[in-house]
């Protein structure tokens, strides 16, 4: 099994400021036909998880580009250039190589 | 737009079979993949299994010999989860999955499903 783990788990940080989120897969996810399938998902309080990035790297439509992914093989990255309050949740990254899963979720809020 | 809308009974007894549906509207599901995911109270998200155009299954290893995925109507699919215990008390999610199943991009609200005596 593929295991995705992200750190850190809690992640305070002032308005304004940047935020990075690291997920580690325990073996590459490059799929046999060349495309890395991690996905980033935002879950804000009280609603259902949302996705951000596909492909390691592709935003999805209407979300903001102060959120970019990035990474390759196992390492994966999840930034945000300037944390705004819309922004508190929790954020999880997933992984499609094999019977598909997730990481334990990293909680941002505001210092 | 599409979107997603899962339904079920919110309380289901120990040992028994746990039902929930999922109505799409603006697709069908005679297109892509379509997916259940769930998430206990306070925890993180477990992928559940998924359902092909075609029909073909996919599931958790975890949850494999409990689980059935089927189709219901163009507009409807379901999820059985048999023998539940305390511990299958989540919220249930469905999601599209396009690119062979590998990408969710279309999630429901997700329905709260208990269970207990």
């Known amino acids: 099994d593929v295991v995705m783990t992200q750190s850190p788990l809690s992640l305070p940080v002032t308005l304004g400021q940047p935020a990075s989120i690291s997920c580690r897969s325990s073996q590459s996810l490059v799929y046999s036909d060349g495309n890395t399938y991690l996905n980033w998902f935002q879950q804000r309080p009280g609603q259902s998880p949302r996705r951000l990035i596909y492909k390691v790297s592709n935003r999805d439509s209407g979300v903001p580009d102060r959120f970019s992914g990035s990474g390759s093989g196992t390492d994966f990255t999840l930034k945000i250039s300037r944390v705004e309050a819309e922004d508190v949740g929790v954020y999880y990254c997933?992984?499609?190589?094999?019977?598909?899963?997730f990481g334990q979720g990293t909680r941002l809020d505001i210092k | 737009q599409v979107q997603l809308q899962e339904s079920g009974p919110g309380l289901v007894k120990p040992s028994e079979t746990l039902t929930v549906t999922c109505t799409v509207s603006g697709d069908y599901v005679s297109s892509h993949f379509w997916t259940w995911i769930r998430q206990p109270p306070g925890k993180g998200l477990e992928w559940i299994g998924h359902?092909?155009?075609?029909?073909?299954t996919n599931y958790n290893p975890s949850l494999k010999s409990r689980v059935t995925l089927s189709f219901d109507t163009s507009k409807r699919f379901s999820l059985k989860l048999s023998s539940v215990t305390t511990a299958d008390t989540a919220v249930y999610y469905c999601?599209?999955?396009?690119?062979?199943?590998?990408?969710?991009?279309?999630w429901g609200q997700g329905t709260l499903i208990a269970v207990s005596s």
């Open positions: 359902i092909s155009d075609y029909g073909e």
């Open positions: 997933m992984q499609a190589l094999q019977t598909r899963g």
């Open positions: 999601a599209r999955a396009i690119g062979s199943g590998r990408e969710l991009d279309y």
